[in-house]
């Protein structure tokens, strides 16, 4: 037994021009991916520096399916581009060679940092895509988060190390032979441009399974995505009240929403005050962290009016409980920019019928520009601190 040697590795798929051409579309996804993984970050911080904003109502919906689509798509990029650079882990470092040698070890300690963050964040984010939590010792969401930063950093210098080589290797043709190994000569019964347009037609098939979360026309072909549109009033159902336990304080005919204003209960308003109250009719969706989304038509009152029915001053960023009494999402903030905009309700009705209880009955939170996960169901009190 002796460990595998970079020319034991003969494939001339395995080149440059393939890596290189690979990997521009995964820098794209990844590049995408970053970037709408902040606005998620930015959307679900409590009491951001700058605040998120609320239009386009759509804004969310938009980034959140862009972010679950091209991480879907960098699958199998990223399976090629491993399989096309995978023998130069075997490569010797001459640790005689001194500063050269430290300079190639820190390179390849980047590239292995890259290569762990990026298996890190596809399996994390399919596996959360799938809603399938695995874990139980992180938080999803920093972990998810934090890795980004480390990812993309060595993303960063990772494409700088490799501007010359990119360079050259995208400016020749894919057949081209200058840049590849010696040994690597031997043709196979695949071409380089077969397995390029295979690479682009799997991205393409990643995408199209996936888009259907967001894109209604695409739900056919969509056999990854949420079975958007099935569901009460259209919309899908993310956790049931049975699993969120409030099958008994839900439906209770004593419920009232308890309005605190700076600790104390200043109005308790039944679902009969509720609809007493002006009824207002907005057409929003719920767009899922994990990547589906869905519109929906809601009516029901404005969340400034019911703080206003308790006499407090608006202006302040809201308090959102649920009757749910275990899970991350059981108190949720609802800033300032939120409460005032007048598309914010507290919903009491989905499609011109009554909240299903899965869907939050007796009253849930429905936002412009809003992560699903802070659309809060099954509310039991606002509170507001002036
Ligand atoms: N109390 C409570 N509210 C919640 C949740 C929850 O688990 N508990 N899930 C949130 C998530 S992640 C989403 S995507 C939406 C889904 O709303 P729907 O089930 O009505 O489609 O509700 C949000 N509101
Ligand atoms: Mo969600």
Known sequence: MRAPHPDDFTSRLRSPAVAARVGVWLGACFLICFATGL????????????????????GYRVTQGLHVVTGCAAVPLMLVKLWAVYPRLFERVDLRAGRQALLVGLERASIGVLVAAAIFQLATGLANAAQWYPWSSFSFRTAHYALAWVAIGALVLHVAVKLPMIRAALGADVDDEAL???????????????????????AGIAVLATAGGTVPWLRQVSVLAVRTGEGPGGVPINKTAAAAGVLDTATDRGWALDVRVDGSVAARLTLADLRALPQHTVDLPIACVEGWSAQGRWSGVRVRDVVAA???????????????ESGPFTRTVLPAAFVEDERTLLALDLAGEPLDLDHGFPVRVIAPNRPGVLQTKWVASLEVTT
């Open 39 to 58: 606005v998620s970050h930015w959307a679900q911080l409590p009491a951001p520096a700058i605040p998120f904003p609320t239009r386009p109502a759509w």
């Open 180 to 202: 590849d190994r010696p040994g690597a000569l031997r043709a196979g019964a695949v071409s380089r441009r077969a397995l390029l347009r295979g690479t682009w037609a799997a």
């Open 310 to 324: 308790a006499g407090a001053a608006g202006g302040a960023d809201v308090v959102v409980t649920s009757l749910q």
